[in-house]
Every structure is written in structure tokens, then in C-alpha cells.
């Protein structure tokens, strides 16, 4: 299983759980701005889209935030679950391709909520450059290197076709920028010591029409008069799974 360091060095989390940890965050701003102060793990793991023992096996790697019979203080464990993951800091953030996913995701009030501000806006296109979108002025993407510097640039995301982002990619590691957020629909090949995470929304769908043509043939399958025992169970099973 593979682990990651807590930020206090006490224990290893594993990388499942990590993946969880900003969806409980989520779940606890959520929660908060309903006006509930403190939650059972049941309503946490409801909230969360998790069962209730799994969301408990993953804040024990955080420590003990809980209390018998009472729940968890959903303020506290909001912060000690921003906390471990650093979102209690200012993240300056880069983007890179300003076409229309670079425009939303510069618009997206997101980042500035949770912790990452937005510092430049950089894109290979003359045409772009001098826009002003979210309040962040487009650069020409030769000022990678300036803007990282200046800012202290921590995170990069790539909204570039694919075509131009493995340059991108090659670009923002010469930088010293070891963290970055790929939407461009190809696999980047990076050191060891670049964390990349990637968005393929065309993926997503495709796995949406997948679960779709699942559940339109279970409809509209019929089965057979005589058909082998063992086969007829396992289509029963799929079906009711679907």
C-alpha cells in the first residue's frame, strides 16, 4: 500500500485516504455553514458518501478528534483536517492556456476559498495577452519562469491542448514547480519528485456511458427460456446490481 507522511511526521497515511481527506473537509464546510456544530462519524460518512467505518479508519491515522457519545466538533476537525492536507496556507497557484477551461478555472471561486490564490494567468497566444480575467492580467507563457520566481508559484495546472503540454510540463519542472494539475488529455512524464494529478473529463463521461449502456441493456435484456443454471444466476446477480 502506498503511504505518504503526515505533516507532523507522526504516522504514514495511505494514499486512499488522502484522496478522502478534501472530501470530508467538504463535507464539514458543508455542515458548519448549515449550523451544526458537532456530528456523529454516521452523519459525517453520509455526508461524505462514505460508510461511517471507513471515514473512522481514516481519521485514526489523524489522531483522536472524536468524542464517545458526542461526535466530533466539526469546526476543530475541519481544522485539523485542512491542516493535514496544508490548505491552512496560501497556495499561490499558475495557469497555464487560457482558452474557455482556462477562463473557468480562473473564474472558479473555489481555488481562493479553499486556500489557493490564483497569481498568474500565462498562455502562448499574442492575442490573449494584456485580458484580464478574475482580476489576474494573461501573460505570455515566456514569463513562466519570471512569475514562479516572483510569487513563490507552488502549484501548476495545464489547461493547453494536448499537443503543448508535455513542453508546458517540461517547462514548469525546469521552474522548480514540483506539484501540477493536468487537464490536458495526455500522460506527462515527469521526474520522481513531480506530483502530477489529472482531470480527463472526457474519461469521466465515458465512464458515465458505460454505467448507462449497463443499465439500458439490464432493461431491455431478455432471458433466454432455457438457459445453464449457473449462467441464468449470474445474470440475475448483474442485473440486480445494475
Known amino acids: 500500500m502506498t503511504t505518504r507522511t503526515s505533516t507532523d511526521g507522526a504516522r504514514d497515511i495511505p ?31 453520509t455526508a461524505a458518501g462514505v460508510n461511517s ?36 496556507q496560501d497556495w499561490p497557484v499558475v495557469i497555464v492556456g487560457i482558452g474557455n477551461l482556462g477562463h473557468a478555472l480562473a ?23 494584456g485580458e484580464t480575467v478574475a482580476g489576474v492580467d494573461v501573460r505570455p507563457f515566456d514569463d513562466l519562469d519570471r ?45 520522481d519528485d513531480v506530483d502530477v494529478r489529472k482531470v480527463d473529463l472526457s474519461i469521466e463521461l465515458q465512464i458515465l456511458a458505460y454505467h448507462e449502456q449497463r443499465k439500458a441493456n439490464g432493461a431491455d435484456a431478455v432471458v433466454p427460456s432455457v438457459v445453464p443454471e449457473s449462467v441464468e444466476q449470474g445474470s440475475t446477480a448483474r442485473g440486480g446490481a445494475a
Open 53 to 88: 467505518a471507513k471515514l473512522r479508519k481514516d481519521l485514526s491515522y489523524l489522531g483522536s478528534y472524536g468524542t464517545r457519545g458526542v461526535g466530533y466538533d466539526v469546526e476543530y476537525l475541519r481544522y485539523q483536517i485542512a491542516r493535514q492536507i496544508g490548505v491552512t
Open 107 to 129: 473564474n472558479f471561486s473555489g481555488f481562493r476559498s479553499r486556500g489557493f490564490r490564483v497569481v498568474a494567468l500565462l498562455d502562448a497566444d499574442e492575442h490573449r495577452h
Open 147 to 191: 512569475m514562479v520566481r516572483e510569487h513563490g508559484v507552488a502549484i501548476g495546472v495545464i489547461a493547453t491542448p494536448a499537443a503543448a503540454a508535455q513542453d508546458v510540463a517540461d517547462r514548469m519542472v525546469a521552474c522548480g514547480i514540483r506539484s501540477i494539475l493536468n487537464f490536458a488529455p495526455i500522460v506527462l512524464a515527469v521526474p
Open 15 to 45: 494514499e486512499a485516504t488522502v484522496a478522502r481527506l478534501p472530501v470530508y473537509l467538504r463535507a464539514l464546510v458543508t455542515l458548519a455553514d448549515q449550523g451544526t456544530t458537532t456530528c456523529s462519524s454516521e452523519e459525517l460518512a
